[in-house]
């Protein structure tokens, strides 16, 4: 039996194209540690007899300091505003954001990550790196009250601050690349200068984080993280995030530079190229339809892997929670647990408060 299913796996391994994934499992099931004894001998049941047992084997534990929570700022408003596409998320007024991270903050997380929504955009979306702009002024002012009690992410893009709402800069018809690049670079490193302690470049042009590096290293600022968006898919679970952040494209869609969600090849020559171009952090976005990239980003490099749970993966489970189809509070464990088990480091997710909360009360 064991010969058997040797032999069978060498000859697929031959004659047919597997891809690397396929390869690993096959080589487990082939391990020597493999135990071929089967029931009634083998039980699997013995591990799952009670609560106490289930725990002391449980492989994957979350923790609060697993998980990096989005926050919406906005400038010129006075009050917080619920998303009405995402319930239980805000976008906050500046003068009470604050509060809301030193709640974040008592709950053990250690990461937000930041997305300004600014009153005045622009074709070229200059505001994005206006020293006095709604993220930069955010930044200054978490970082007087908290210090590095949290890493401040922010989100390196243009979509929120172009009148267009594209992720770069139009030439004729199409995006161009290049320029983009230098206005992505001038926005990182007004992050930087304003406190950020990680920039996350997510606007998916070549070369954006050699760029941002460059721009980085040239003004003093080595220490400053990358967090590549690497894989980035032009993705239908975008959509209440774009009712957050005001970020809709006025016309046409985000294909020529955000990813086919079909190719999982082309998703690692990008996260290579992040690699190279000097990525501290990869980042796969959205997190559960692409558990198959984190786990083959996990195994495949050794930088650490953010995963981004988007607006989608929050609305759809609020929704059937909302209406009593799930339980909110087993649906948020089981789906943040699978996103780890395949191999986050970091966990970005608007449940990142419920699910610290979930955790502290457990
Ligand atoms: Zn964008």
Not at 21 to 44: A, E, G, T, V
Request: hydrophobic share 40%; aromatic share 8%.
């Amino acid at each position: 039996m064991k010969n058997r299913n040797v032999d069978k796996s060498r000859n697929m391994d031959k004659n047919q194209n597997i891809d690397s994934d396929f390869k690993d499992n096959i080589s487990f099931i082939s391990d020597k540690h493999f135990s071929y004894d089967l029931f009634p001998k083998m039980r699997l049941r013995r591990l799952r007899k009670t609560a106490a047992i289930r725990e002391l084997f449980q492989e994957i534990r979350l923790s609060p300091k697993d998980f990096v929570m989005p926050i919406f700022v906005q400038e010129g408003i006075n009050k917080n505003l619920e998303i009405e596409s995402m319930p239980g998320i805000f976008r906050y007024s500046p003068d009470k954001i604050l509060e809301e991270i030193d709640h974040i903050s008592t709950l053990g997380i250690k990461g937000i990550i930041l997305f300004g929504i600014p009153l005045k955009k622009d074709l070229n979306g200059k505001n994005s790196f206006n020293d006095k702009g709604i993220v930069q002024e955010t930044i200054k002012s978490i970082k007087k009250n908290f210090g590095e009690k949290l890493a401040i992410i922010t989100d390196v893009c243009l979509c929120q601050y172009t009148s267009h709402g594209h992720c770069g800069i139009f030439q004729g018809n199409e995006i161009n690349n290049d320029k983009s690049l230098d206005i992505l670079s001038k926005t990182a490193l007004s992050h930087a200068v304003a406190g950020a302690d990680i920039v996350a470049p997510s606007a998916m042009m070549d070369g954006q984080v050699k760029s941002i590096r460059d721009i980085l290293d040239d003004n003093e600022f080595k220490d400053t993280l990358i967090m590549g968006y690497s894989a980035k898919q032009a993705s239908s679970f975008f959509s209440p995030f774009r009712d957050a952040a005001h970020s809709k494209p006025e016309s046409g869609n985000r294909r020529s530079y955000q990813m086919s969600y079909h190719n999982s090849r082309e998703a690692s020559r990008e996260i290579k190229s992040d690699i190279e171009e000097g990525a501290d952090v990869l980042m796969i976005k959205p997190a559960i339809p692409n558990l198959d990239l984190i786990y083959a980003a996990k195994q495949n490099t050794l930088h650490p892997i953010a995963a981004y749970s988007v607006s989608g993966e929050y609305s759809m489970i609020k929704a059937a929670t909302l209406n009593n189809w799930m339980d909110e509070n087993l649906a948020v464990t089981e789906s943040l647990t699978a996103i780890k088990r395949a191999g986050a480091n970091i966990i970005i997710s608007y449940y990142a408060k419920k699910m610290a909360e979930i955790l502290v009360n457990s």
